[in-house]
């Protein structure tokens, strides 16, 4: 049958089905009309789970047609995709992510540069007042990492997941990366000032980037001067206090903290180096202003693969399926997706377009193939489905100042800093 405009006024036969573990019910075939969109969808199946079980809350509803989001009418979608609205049509539903609410902020004195959400105990944040933070929970700072003297602009988490003690790294626009050790389960009233027990220096420009090796014997680093730098994390073999409380002297607290050069560099990039990851042992992607995207073998320094792009880059991250995905943004609203495990092209397998400014940051979410956020100038962020080229919400928490970094939290919260000195938190986001 040939699709035409009057599908939207014909009425279609579904069958509506889901994986999720909480809804075993089995409904018949429905007929509804053509023209519902996701909300008239997501009545009708709430209709059919209240008949089974009087006691179901409503809740809202996703659906998915041959594996792809429905963003519009049924009949809209019908036509769009080709499929006959002759056939009983089989919709699967999904629980729709939403977020559930938005915290108190954590308030810095500048712009809110970097966060990492990686370790469930806190939130790792940088600001352009050159300080790190750690947050345990909204409004609660428990330590200011002071040293850097120019804004920190990237942060990360080294330790392993539920470690007492953690270790992060921060970079700066004073040219230098510094490594920080503290105890995540020291009680206090008032944050505690902690100094650095390695200070890296080598870079001939700002550092923009930092990232941690898994296993966390390693940092590798991205700079203005176009370079990557890896570096050891090892700790002094002697006993380091790095508390500046108990220091009474600002200097014998500087007397107490190693230096430590690069253990090599990777060459290659002819502008900023924007952005760095380390997903495995020994591979390294990095985003440039020189519009690609590079992988590298960090243990020969070789590049092994150079994507092209576009634009200067600002952001990337690796995730989605088999946590090979590559996602990318920079000087213009798209955020750009590619699998670098197809040889020999180049082009995008997926493209991102409702922000309205320069993309800053990007997120994979650590368990779902689907599903990345990122952040804009625009002051927006948006969480996305690869299933769908339209955003599953905008969260709008910053107010129109730009958004400068973005990351999940324990799984089901968003964290993002702003140029409104705003680290913001949306909970219960849940993706599953």
């Given at each position: ?70 963003r519009m009418s049924l009949g809209q979608f019908l036509l769009a995709k080709g499929i006959s609205a002759e056939k009983t049509l089989e919709i699967e539903y999904i629980r729709a992510v939403v977020p559930r609410r938005e915290e108190e902020p954590c308030v810095h004195d500048d712009w809110v540069s970097a966060a990492d959400g990686s370790n469930p105990g806190f939130i790792l944040t940088g600001c352009y007042d050159g300080l790190g933070r750690v947050w345990k929970a909204s409004g609660t700072c428990t330590h200011i990492l002071q040293g850097h003297s120019e804004p920190v602009t990237s942060v990360s988490v080294i ?274």
């Open positions: 049958m040939e699709i035409d405009e009057g599908t939207e006024d014909r009425q279609v036969q579904v069958r509506f089905v889901t994986k999720l573990q909480d809804i075993p019910f089995k409904f018949p075939n429905t007929t509804i009309p053509a023209s519902y969109s996701r909300l008239d969808l997501s009545k009708v199946v709430n209709a059919l789970i209240q008949s089974e079980n009087p006691e179901w809350e409503s809740e809202p509803f996703d659906f998915l047609i041959n594996g792809v989001l429905v330790s392993a997941e539920g470690a007492e003690s953690c270790r992060v790294a921060t970079a700066s626009k004073d040219r230098t990366l510094r490594l920080w050790k503290f105890d995540t389960e020291e009680a206090t009233n008032n944050p505690l000032r902690t100094i650095a027990y390695k200070i890296l220096r080598g870079h001939g420009a700002a550092v923009q980037s930092v990232a941690a090796q898994a296993s966390g014997d390693m940092v590798c680093s991205g700079s203005w001067d176009s370079t990557i730098n890896l570096w050891l994390t090892d700790e002094p073999d002697i006993e380091v206090d790095v508390s500046i409380k108990k220091r009474k002297k600002s200097d014998q607290a500087k007397e107490s903290q190693l230096e430590a050069e690069a253990v090599s560099s990777l060459v290659g990039h002819t502008q900023c180096v924007s952005s760095v990851k380390w997903p495995q042992r020994n591979i390294i992607y990095s985003a440039s202003w020189d519009h690609s995207i590079r992988k590298w073998d960090a243990d020969t320094g070789k590049c092994e693969l150079d994507i092209p792009c576009s634009k200067a880059l600002n952001c990337l991250d690796i995730g989605g399926e088999g946590s090979a995905l590559v996602a990318a943004g920079g000087s213009d609203p798209i955020l750009r997706i590619w699998d670098p495990r197809k040889p020999g092209t180049s082009a995008p397998i997926g493209q991102f377009s409702s922000h309205t400014s320069w993309i800053t940051a990007c997120k994979w979410h650590e368990s779902s193939w689907f599903h990345i956020l990122s952040a804009s100038y625009d002051g927006k962020v948006m969480l996305w489905d690869m299933r769908s080229t339209w955003p599953l919400f905008s969260i709008d928490s910053h107010k129109d100042s730009k958004v400068l970094c973005v990351d999940w939290w324990k799984g089901d919260s968003v964290v993002s800093g702003g140029a409104d000195t705003k680290l913001c938190i949306s909970s219960g986001v849940s993706v599953r």
